[in-house]
């Protein structure tokens, strides 16, 4: 697959979501696991979900704040902000295409609701899923995902492409995640 297959591939999310030529998609450097440095390694690169992974490192629960929304043949697409939910800070920036079919009633009407994250849903119901991430990268975030992560100024971004499988093997929903800067802990310091 060529480069400029693959940033679109990964991409497509954020493009449908984006939805009309006004508004350019950011670059975004595909790397190897091994290459995306502490801490973002440990929160991106594995095969877990990010809710319960973001939940466990900042030790606080996850909200869902919604940014733009829509439904079009059966997939649901948004753009979202997930936040800590005692202080409110952005803990990750994601573009999700939900395959809604996928999802029986309440479970579809709670994802539609738009107020908790997708991972959130998925765990407290008990729905078996798998995580896949299939390509990690780094970005110069625009102007649209530094607002939504609180950031005022350009900095470089780590993130991830994930599906999420259902338990034969369909995909429930692809995921473009993207951190904000994170500081280095004592533990992450040479």
């Known amino acids: 697959m060529s480069m400029a297959s693959t940033e679109s591939d990964l991409l497509q999310p954020l493009r449908e979501i984006y939805g009309d030529a006004n508004h350019a998609l950011p670059r975004l450097e595909v790397l190897a696991g091994t290459e995306i440095p502490e801490p973002y390694r440990s929160l991106l690169v594995h095969d877990r979900d990010m809710t319960r992974t973001l939940e466990a490192h900042h030790g606080d629960g996850i909200r869902l704040r919604t940014l733009t929304c829509g439904t079009q043949d059966g997939i649901y697409r948004r753009m979202v902000a997930l936040e800590l ?7 990750e920036f994601g573009a999700t295409r939900v395959h809604l079919e996928r999802f029986p009633e309440p479970w579809r009407g709670l994802i539609l609701a738009g107020q908790r ?10 729905i078996a899923y798998r995580s896949r991430p299939s390509a990690f990268f780094r970005t110069d975030a625009d102007e649209r995902i530094r607002e939504a992560l609180g950031l005022t100024a350009p ?6 492409r994930n599906t999420l499988f259902d338990a034969e093997g369909l995909p429930l929903a ?3 995640e993207i951190l904000p800067p994170i500081p280095l802990s004592p533990a992450d310091t040479p």
């Open 117 to 126: 994250p997708l991972g959130g849903i998925l765990n407290a119901w008990g």
């Open 155 to 160: 900095v470089l971004l780590y993130g991830r």
């Open 85 to 91: 939910e005692h202080s409110g800070q952005a803990v």
């Open 174 to 176: 692809d995921i473009l």
